[in-house]
């Protein structure tokens, strides 16, 4: 069992900041052991992964926001935050945190998934 509550969703104006939060926890979550990630999904589309948190501290981005967005976790490992500037309309989605033990599914198909936070970028 592992619970992952997202925060931080909301409206912001193109070129602008904004920053998400995920709070992972349960029994079966292992802070040292899990990677975590940001995917998003926007309407009509397929949900892409966009930014990975290895556990051992490495990270990893898609092209479509390297360079504009970081993702990052607190001392514990057990926070995840998505650091989001020079945001783009096209950035408009709803932003799920995820978490899985295997790296390969952090990438493709995470185990646990967060309920969602809208975050809407207006031009």
């Known amino acids: 069992q592992v619970q992952l509550v997202e925060s931080g969703g909301g409206s912001v104006q193109a070129g602008g900041s904004l920053t998400l939060s995920c709070e992972a926890s349960?029994?079966?979550?292992?802070?040292?052991?899990?990677?975590m990630a940001w995917f998003r999904q926007a309407p009509g589309q397929e949900r892409e992964g966009i930014a990975f948190?290895?556990?051992?501290?490495?990270?990893l981005y898609s092209d479509s926001v390297k360079g504009r967005f970081t993702i990052s976790r607190d001392s514990a490992k057990r926070t995840l935050l998505l650091q989001m500037h020079s945001v783009k309309p096209e950035d408009t989605a709803i932003y799920y945190c995820?978490?899985?033990?295997?790296?390969?599914?952090?990438?493709?198909?995470?185990?646990?998934w967060g309920q969602g936070t809208q975050v809407t970028v207006s031009s």
């Open positions: 995820a978490a899985s033990p295997l790296w390969y599914r952090c990438q493709r198909n995470p185990n646990y």
């Open positions: 349960g029994p079966d979550f292992i802070s040292g052991g899990f990677c």
């Open positions: 948190s290895q556990s051992g501290g490495g990270t």
